[in-house]
């Protein structure tokens, strides 16, 4: 998570012998630098749990790591899953409304 301590990256990501480590399934972008290198974690393209609803991702360039957020049709979005017929649509329907993780009802 982005409140992890430096340590705890460090010794997660120092094995990959990389300049950058890049990950995802959090729902919460960050860049973080580290004294040998830097971790990003790339959010989510939908259901943002950090209250913003615009999809992220990250672009690394020269070693170099910057979020991106693009707006999208949420409320599309939504309506679609209204319509799928997957199990718990509204909830999530609802987390991606917010922006952010809704506890299922």
């Known amino acids: ?9 460090c ?3 120092a094995c ?13 972008p960050f860049v973080r630098s580290l004294p040998t290198m830097t971790v990003a974690n790339t959010g989510s393209v939908s259901l943002s749990y950090d209250g913003d609803c615009r999809a992220s991702y990250v672009v690394v360039e020269d070693k170099q790591a910057t979020i991106r957020r693009v707006e999208y049709d949420v409320e599309r979005e939504v309506e679609v899953l209204l319509q799928s ?21």
Do not use: C, K, N
């Open 11 to 13: 010794e997660t990501f």
């Open 16 to 28: 990959l012998d990389a300049p950058v480590a890049v990950y995802g399934h959090i729902h919460r």
């Open 1 to 9: 998570m982005p409140e992890a301590s430096d340590t705890e990256l």
């Open 85 to 105: 017929g997957l199990p718990h649509a509204e909830w999530v329907a609802q987390t991606l409304r917010a922006g952010h993780f809704v506890p299922p009802e």
